[in-house]
């Protein structure tokens, strides 16, 4: 085969592993590849050590792999479940339902206007009515379980408020109206299991096309064409930011400290733009 424009390309010629020492650009990139050549062990002694290295490579490999995708108690989702069914309740059942709306539903101008921030937050945990709640909270038992697990406790909570945060800065830089329910970040941890399984998609590939894209779709769809009754803003803002916070907080023996750092420069970015968008909108409301 002939070679054109090689002008720029180091080559090597190994004939033996000593040729190696030859090269110094090798030597100056691999300074212990020589070391790392040089096996004791010849002939049938040689296969079995390299068989054994591979038996040993593989088996740390799977109890990595064991460890990620053991199922444990979804104790954090189980929690957000029973926080949102309690202020459910309390809303409707105990408290003035209008003033509770009124105090502490997402609302832009509220928001921006009258700089009412913990709305961002407080707005995920209300319902409209028991429909809204229960569809939300199966969806919260179903995705959340699965993403604890796999996350682990700490960065699922993280994942989960990083998520209401873009769902609802986006919410009322585009919404503008009244907005409530927990499903931005229910699509937010759709969007951490979008980011987890590209890691891992030699086992979730096939779920990723089959279910978890395709469900993410028909919920934006069906949000287009609900005629406004849906915040479709939130669920795009909420997918956004559990991608981005999944990819800041790393996913377990596949991500690099270079790609947590970039990850997290990306997130922050996300947010600080979100809110100079929103903040700008104050002088022209």
Same mark, same amino acid.
């Given at each position: ?6 002008? @720029? ?6 004939? @033996? ?12 990139? *691999?300074? @212990?590849? @020589?070391?790392n050549?040089? +096996? ?6 040689? =296969? ?37 069914? %309690? ?16 105090? *502490? ?7 921006? %206007? ?8 407080t707005?995920? +945990?209300?319902?409209?009515?028991? =429909?809204?709640?229960? *569809? ?7 995705? !959340? ?8 406790? &700490? ?25 409530? !329910?927990?499903? &931005? ?10 980011? +987890? ?6 086992y979730? &590939? ?18 287009? =064409?609900?005629? !406004? ?13 559990? %991608? ?5 907080? &790393? ?6 400290? *270079? ?16 809110v100079?968008?929103a ?5 022209f409301?």
């Amino acid at each position: 085969m002939k070679l054109e424009n090689t002008k @720029d390309i180091d080559m090597i010629s190994i004939q @033996d592993e000593k040729d190696i020492s030859n090269y110094k650009f090798v030597t100056d990139s *691999f300074p @212990d590849i @020589d070391k790392n050549l040089k +096996f004791s062990e010849e002939g049938l002694q040689l =296969f079995l050590k390299i068989t054994q290295d591979i038996n040993n490579k593989n088996k740390k490999d799977g109890a990595k792999v064991e460890e990620v995708f053991n199922k444990k108690k979804p104790v954090i989702t189980v929690s957000l479940i029973v926080i949102n069914v %309690i202020i459910f309740i309390l809303a409707f059942f105990v408290a003035d339902t209008k003033w509770v709306f009124e105090t *502490f539903a997402l609302n832009s101008e509220e928001v921006i %206007i009258h700089n009412e921030w913990y709305r961002l937050f407080t707005g995920a +945990f209300l319902h409209a009515e028991i =429909f809204h709640l229960l *569809f939300n909270m199966y969806s919260l038992f179903i995705i !959340g379980s699965q993403m604890e697990s796999y996350q682990g406790k &700490g960065k699922y909570v993280i994942t989960y408020f990083f998520s209401i945060l873009s769902a609802s800065l986006l919410s009322i830089i585009l919404n503008r109206g009244d907005s409530v !329910g927990a499903s &931005g970040a229910i699509f937010g941890l759709l969007g951490a299991m979008l980011a +987890f399984g590209y890691h891992y998609r030699v086992y979730l &590939g096939g779920v990723l096309k089959s279910q978890i894209i395709p469900l993410i779709v028909i919920n934006l769809l069906i949000g287009f =064409f609900s005629g !406004g009754m849906i915040d479709n803003y939130a669920h795009i803002g909420g997918l956004v930011g559990g %991608i981005l916070i999944t990819n800041a907080l &790393g996913v377990k023996y596949k991500s690099s400290n *270079f790609d947590k750092i970039n990850g997290t420069i990306v997130a922050l970015l996300f947010i600080i733009i979100l809110v100079a968008i929103a903040l700008t909108l104050v002088k022209f409301s």
